[in-house]
């Protein structure tokens, strides 16, 4: 299993950034996914989270309610997260996670992700 994350980089505070991550070596249909990021010097947090049921059920931590969007697209095994109104705040290494139950239903629990991949940094400047 392997899941590849891309798209990080440096913004100014308000701008957009889009997160992609490409996972192969097991059924991506079948499994919710979901963001994760960890800031410096604090622990990992929930982002956001999707069904493995084409996209049903997207569920956002508050502090990125309304600005963020996360997406799938099965045939591409891809799980994408477009960052609008980017804060400083935001900034922090985002991972994406595979939820460990097939069919299993989307949640905010970092224990219920056994597949990571590597992190891509987002910076955002005041």
């Known amino acids: 299993v392997q899941l590849q994350a891309s798209g990080g980089g440096l913004v100014q505070a308000g701008g957009s950034l889009g997160l992609s991550c490409a996972a192969q070596?097991?059924?991506?249909?079948?499994?919710?996914m979901a963001w994760f990021r960890q800031a410096p010097g604090k622990e990992r947090e929930f982002v956001a989270t999707?069904?493995?049921?084409?996209?049903?059920?997207?569920y956002y931590a508050t502090s990125v309610r309304g600005r963020f969007t996360i997406s799938r697209d099965n045939a591409k095994n891809t799980v994408y997260l477009q960052m609008n109104s980017l804060k400083p705040e935001d900034t922090a290494v985002y991972y994406c996670?595979?939820?460990?139950?097939?069919?299993?239903?989307?949640?905010?629990?970092?224990?219920?992700?056994?597949?990571w991949g590597q992190g891509t940094l987002v910076t955002v400047s005041s």
């Open positions: 070596g097991y059924t991506f249909s079948q499994h919710s």
């Open positions: 996670a595979t939820e460990r139950r097939p069919f299993g239903p989307p949640t905010d629990y970092a224990t219920d992700y056994d597949y």
């Open positions: 999707i069904s493995w049921r084409d996209g049903a059920a997207p």
